[in-house]
C-alpha cells in the first residue's frame, strides 16, 4: 500500500501514525481511537499488524482499553508522546551531531553559530 514505506515494519508506521493523530491533537485524552477493524479496513493490512502496533501504545501508556468499548487516549499521553520525541530527537541528532563536533574540535559557539547562519539562510529561502 502506497502509505507505508518499507524503511520499518508496517506496525510501527501504525502506531507512529496514531501517534501522530494525538500529537496533532486530532484525538485528544479519552478519545476513542478507531478500532482495529476499522484500521485494518482503511490501511488494507493483518488485524495482527494493527494489533501489535496498537498494544506498543497500551504498553507505553498513552492508550488505554475499555473492555467491551475500544481504546481511548490516555490522559497526558500528548505530553508523554512530547518527552519521547524530545528524548529520541537528543539521542538521534543532537548526541551524534556532538560527537561529530568534538572530533571536529568545535566549541559549543561554533556549534551555535553554524545553526544560526542554517536558520537564517533557511529563512531566506522560504
Same mark, same amino acid.
Given at each position: 500500500m502506497s502509505q507505508f514505506h518499507d524503511k520499518k515494519p508496517i506496525f510501527l508506521q501504525i502506531k507512529e501514525k496514531i501517534e501522530d493523530q494525538i500529537f496533532k491533537e486530532q484525538i485528544k485524552e479519552h478519545e476513542q481511537i478507531p478500532s482495529t477493524t476499522q484500521m485494518v479496513h482503511f490501511y488494507k493490512v493483518n488485524h495482527i499488524t494493527v494489533s501489535k502496533g496498537i498494544n506498543l501504545l497500551v504498553e507505553d501508556g498513552i492508550i488505554y482499553? &475499555?473492555?467491551?468499548?475500544?481504546?481511548?487516549?490516555?490522559?497526558?499521553? &500528548?505530553e508523554k508522546l512530547v518527552q519521547n520525541r524530545k528524548n529520541e530527537f537528543a539521542d538521534n541528532f543532537v548526541l551524534p551531531m556532538i560527537q561529530e563536533a568534538e572530533k571536529l574540535g568545535l566549541t559549543e559557539r561554533d556549534i551555535t553559530g553554524i545553526i544560526q547562519k542554517l536558520k537564517e539562510s533557511d529563512h531566506h529561502e522560504s
Open positions: 482499553k &475499555k473492555r467491551g468499548v475500544g481504546m481511548f487516549v490516555a490522559e497526558g499521553a &500528548k
